[in-house]
C-alpha cells in the first residue's frame, strides 16, 4: 500500500510537472512535439485555443451545437494536419483558418438555417446589446433583443459574418483578421464596414440599437 501510495504521488508530480512545462512553451514548440507524437502537448495546445476558437465559430454559425462541432473538428483537422504545417504562418493563425473552413463547410452540409433557436445562451452578442434594469420586462427585453441580433448576424453573407466573428465577437486587430484571412487589410476594414452597415440595416428595422 505505501509503494503503491507513493507511485501515485509520483505520477501526479510528473503530471503537475507536464502542464507547468507545456505552459511556459509557445504554440510553435507545442506542435514541434505534437508532430513527434506526443499528445500531451497537442493537448496543451488545444486547452489554450479552445475558447477563443469555439467563440470563432459561435460567432459564425450562431448556434451552440453547431459551433462546439465545428470547434471539435477544428482540432480533429489540426491534429491530423500537423506534420503539414510549415510554420509560414503563426500556429493561432492556422488554427483559425481551419475553423473558418469547417465553419464554411458545416453551412454548405446544412445549406443554412433559417431559424435560430430561442433557448440556446446568446452571451456573444452581449457587447451589441443595449439593456438596462433587472426587472422581468427588462430581462424579456434583452432576451428577444439577443433573438433579433443573432438572426440577422446569421443572415450576413459567410464572408462578412466571419469578419464580424473575429473583430466584434472574439476582438481581433484588423492585422490579425488580415492573417487569418490572408486578405489585404483594405479588404477587411471594407468588409467590417459593409457588414456593420448591414447589420445595422437590419436591426433597424426592428428597432434594435448597436452600441
Known sequence: MLFGGHQLEGSAAIL?????MTANLTDEQLVELAVT?????????AQRWERKIFALCYGILTNEEDARDATQETFFSAFRNLKNFRGEAKVSSWLHRIAINQCFTKQRRAKVRKESSLDEDD???ETLISSNGNSASDEFEKNE??????????SLPFELRQVIAMK???EMT????SDVLEIPLSTVKSRLYVALNQLRSKLEKKAIELI
Not at 37 to 45: C, K, Q, V, Y
Not at 145 to 154: D, F, L, N, Q
Open 16 to 20: 503537475v510537472e507536464t502542464r507547468v
Open 37 to 45: 507524437s506526443d499528445r500531451e502537448a497537442f493537448g496543451a495546445l
Open 123 to 125: 452571451s456573444f452578442v
Open 145 to 154: 433583443k439577443h433573438r433579433i441580433i443573432r438572426k440577422a448576424v446569421g
Open 168 to 170: 466584434e465577437f472574439e
Open 174 to 177: 484588423f492585422q490579425e483578421i
